[in-house]
């Protein structure tokens, strides 16, 4: 396997999936300080309980949204991280729990990811953000 000269300790694996789809290939990032997300959501200056948060790796497209795309449940004082990520662009969204089913319809996420918090990870970054929960009615 090719050695990345990008990042020390870092190893770039990729590998063909299927011989039936053109092209799929996986990278496998291995090092040994990747990013952290962590943050609260609030509205109206108090915490959201228990909020489903949604990250994804940004640009995606439509056919790798599902491998895109990151998931967290909050706590009761709207607290919640993400952990392990490579360095690159995000997207963030965040909803009420009992908003979470609407974001299977049909391009509501695709549609909250064009109004969501937007974030650059270094290696090793540990950012702290306050999110404000999206409407996926809207």
Known sequence: ?????????????????SRDVPSQTIEIVI??????????????????NKP???LAKWPYSSENLAQSVKEANGDEAGNFRFAGLAPGDYR???????????????GVLE???????????DRGDRENVTLKPSDPAH
């Open 1 to 17: 396997p090719p050695r990345s000269t990008l990042f020390p300790y870092t190893t770039l694996f990729r590998s063909t999936l």
């Open 31 to 48: 090092d040994d300080k990747p990013a952290f997300i962590s943050g609260v959501v609030s509205k109206d200056d108090q915490p959201l």
């Open 52 to 54: 489903y948060v949604v």
């Open 92 to 106: 963030l969204v965040a909803v009420p729990q009992e908003s979470k089913a609407k974001l299977d319809e049909p």
């Open 111 to 121: 549609r909250l990811f064009v109004g969501a918090t937007k974030l650059t990870l």
